[in-house]
């Protein structure tokens, strides 16, 4: 027993009476002995007040998962509780306890010293020291937990549990004190929250529930919201600019503001092949958020891809392109255009595109921790499994063999019938028929070899699945026939009566689809929308009117694909009659 619960109950009157004198409880001389370790000192002092005070004080903020908010005084970052003082009286925190296991109130017993003043917001360090007065001693749970405030005697204050969080977004009551909790890309530690509405907290009920702190859920989605053009803002110093211009591939600090705050250091470094740009035009870059500090994270973004478009006359196939595949059920990245500025210059309109790693493969998966390859240059033959690029799980190719394995196979019915066994075929159909719609010829199955795609083992079916990826000459080459495939998988199914028919059905269906969207108004609506940013864009490889040229171009392939599919897929001409 602590020695503040013992002094809890001589306070109840069991054993030796206690002296009140003004807030503080003095426990006679005779309270403890020097034999016993756990015994009240002669000179423990242990305050109390009325419960009407002290039951005001609420856990007003939380960050379980802290990267660049703030960093403590030994200038390291660690998980912070923000405690709140509404009333006019300072109050001691000293025998007052923080638990993260609401059954053990008082897990960690605040110091002598310790206060919370009048009006304060007083932040205390959950990193697992005890070293500092307001340092506690246990740290918290990113993917949810609880929280505790109690009283000497083990009654509660305040109690809260909460769910999963991210990295460096705080979940705040919105005003001080009140029973609304939000998830907060602007974190306030040691200083009043944002007042946007909530009912004042009642006091603790020992009978009542925890109140529960929400899920922070998917943030990345408020980075790729479809409609939106949103506006990064890189600081990079002289260095690393003139090392971006020399070493293009290689990353450098820098810092990204988003949304008005800033963060950092990054990682920044130039990408594209044939796309490419130095960095003193209109470079494509890799953002990546963790670079230089693991457990960083961007609204749960481990990196940023801002494609240049420089291939892409339009300024609109990716964003267009990514909508109709994840529209056809095809796992997919979201896509949107964002405006980039760098030390405040103006570097144009881009295609902000969600990098293929897990928090994109949780929107389609149940599992995320199977094997992740990009595919560049190959093929479904045994040849070229080993050139699959991991880029997440374990590297586990049983799936990739079993697939090349099958379609070595003669026979192109059995060779598709043992193909189910390994890839997911209906994902299969719906991602090349979506590449013949939409005119992503540059990509498996058209592309020779392959590439422009990853493929995921999903562990939950033990199938592959393909993901696309490199999508900027979309919607060109209308006449280019779709049935002109050059991967295995493509080539054994369009030998299989059943495999080619139900490709058919599904290309057709999903022309269907594109109509039932006005894919087309679509088209008009994005060009209207981007048209000032596409005028100002001053980097861009060609000109205005080549822009809106392209635009119109996507016109006519998006309202004669249904004419120029049917065409192709036309049964050929009987033969001419004989002599």
Avoid at 220 to 243: F, G, N, W
Avoid at 381 to 399: F, P, S, W
Avoid at 506 to 521: F, K, Q
Avoid at 563 to 568: A, S, V
Wanted: net charge negative.
């Amino acid at each position: 027993m602590t020695r503040f619960a013992l002094a809890a109950l001589l306070l109840a009157g069991c054993g030796n009476s206690a002296f009140i004198s003004g807030d503080d409880v003095v426990v006679p001389p005779d309270g403890g002995s020097d034999d016993d370790p756990d015994a009240i000192p002669p000179d423990a002092v242990v305050p109390t007040v009325s419960a009407d005070l002290d039951g005001q004080i609420t856990i007003n903020e939380v960050m379980a998962a802290n990267a660049y908010t703030i960093n403590d005084d030994n200038d390291l970052a660690g998980d912070w509780v923000e405690l709140h003082n509404p009333t006019d009286t300072d109050i001691s925190l000293w025998g007052y306890g923080l638990t993260d296991d609401l059954a053990e109130p008082g897990k960690f017993t605040f110091p002598e010293g310790l206060e919370i003043d009048a009006g304060e917001h007083l932040m205390l360090w959950l990193d697992g020291t005890d070293v500092g007065l307001r340092h506690v001693g246990f740290k918290l749970e990113k993917n949810g937990g609880a929280i505790g405030l109690s009283r000497p005697d083990g009654t509660w204050i305040d109690r809260i549990t909460y769910e999963a969080q991210e990295t460096d977004f705080s979940a705040a009551r919105e005003p001080d004190g009140s029973d609304r909790w939000a998830i907060t890309w602007h974190p306030t530690p040691g200083a009043a929250n944002a007042s946007t509405g909530g009912a004042p907290m009642p006091l603790e009920d020992e009978g009542s529930p925890p109140e529960l702190v929400p899920a922070a859920g998917d943030l990345a989605a408020q980075i790729y919201v479809y409609d939106a053009i949103p506006e990064y803002q890189l600081i990079l110093s002289p260095a690393a600019s003139a090392s971006l211009l020399a070493n293009p591939f290689e990353y450098v600090q820098g810092q990204i503001i988003v949304s008005g705050r800033s963060y950092g250091p990054i990682g920044v470094r130039l990408k594209g092949q044939n796309s490419f740009q130095p960095f003193n035009m209109k470079p494509s870059l890799r953002l990546s958020i963790d670079q230089f500090n693991p457990d960083a994270r961007l609204f749960g973004l481990k990196d940023l891809t801002l494609n240049n478009m420089d291939n892409d006359f339009s300024m609109m196939h990716e964003r267009l392109g990514y909508f109709v595949m994840r529209q056809a059920g095809v796992a997919a990245s979201r896509a949107n255009h964002a405006r980039l500025y760098v030390n405040g210059q103006f570097y144009g309109l881009y295609t902000s595109l969600e990098t293929v790693k897990k928090n994109m493969l949780r929107q389609w998966f149940t599992d995320v921790e199977g094997p992740l390859y990009e595919a560049t240059d190959v093929d479904w033959v045994a040849a070229d499994i080993a050139d699959y690029e991991l880029e997440n799980g374990t590297d586990d190719r049983t799936l990739l063999v079993g697939l090349a394995d099958a379609l070595a196979n003669p026979s192109a019915d059995a060779a598709m019938a043992a193909a189910a066994l390994y890839i997911d075929m209906e994902a299969f159909y719906s991602f090349w028929a979506a590449c013949a719609v939409i005119g992503q010829f540059d990509s498996f199955p058209y592309s020779v070899p392959g590439d422009d795609y990853f493929v995921y083992a999903d562990p939950t079916t033990g199938r592959l699945h393909p993901i696309p990826w490199g999508m900027d000459e979309t919607f060109y080459s209308g006449s280019f026939d779709v049935k002109q495939v050059s991967s295995v998988l493509a080539q054994k199914c369009s030998a299989s009566p059943a495999c080619f028919d139900a490709f058919k059905a599904r290309t057709l269906e999903l022309v269907t689809m594109i109509e039932t969207l006005n894919l087309d108004a679509e088209r008009a609506r994005i060009a209207t929308q981007i048209a000032p940013h596409v005028a100002s864009d001053t980097r861009k490889p060609y000109t205005t009117a080549e822009t809106q040229a392209y635009q119109q171009s996507m016109h006519w392939f998006i309202t004669e694909r249904r004419t120029r599919i049917g065409e192709m897929f036309a049964p050929p001409p009987p033969p001419p009659p004989g002599p």
